[in-house]
């Protein structure tokens, strides 16, 4: 039983460490830009900003009509999981890449 476990943790070791060898580096084709890449990343947070658009007009239309409404929290998944990707780091110097994350944190610090 103990040369099992043992034969197993020898056998699944390296792989353990090639797996964080490779997360650590950054190959030099991770780096380039493509436009494919920057075009879904804009579609994906734009599709925050549709929604986030979408709650506020329905809030104004509320207040507009006298009737008060709750303000829940946005939902900007999108933008929550983009925070963590290493693809959306490359883009974040272009100019329309920055004013959304200013807008973005501007909304997680309002709601």
């Given amino acids: 039983m103990a040369t099992s476990l043992l034969q197993l943790t020898l056998a699944i070791t ?9 997360r650590r580096v950054t190959m030099p084709w991770e780096k380039e830009k493509r436009p494919s890449e920057r075009a879904d990343l804009l579609r994906m947070l734009a599709r925050d900003v549709t929604r986030v658009k979408t709650i506020m007009a329905a809030n104004i239309a509320a207040v507009n009509q006298g009737r008060a409404c709750a303000v829940y929290r946005l939902p900007l998944s ?16 272009d100019p329309i890449f920055r004013q959304m994350i200013r807008q973005f944190h501007e909304w997680e ?3």
Avoid: I, Q
């Avoid at 390296?14 to 490779?22: E, H, I, K, S």
């Fill in 14 to 22: 390296p792989a353990l460490l090639v797996g964080a060898f490779m």
């Fill in 78 to 93: 999108n933008w929550n999981r983009l925070k963590k990707d290493a693809r959306f780091h490359k883009y974040a110097g």
């Fill in 109 to 111: 610090r309002a709601y």
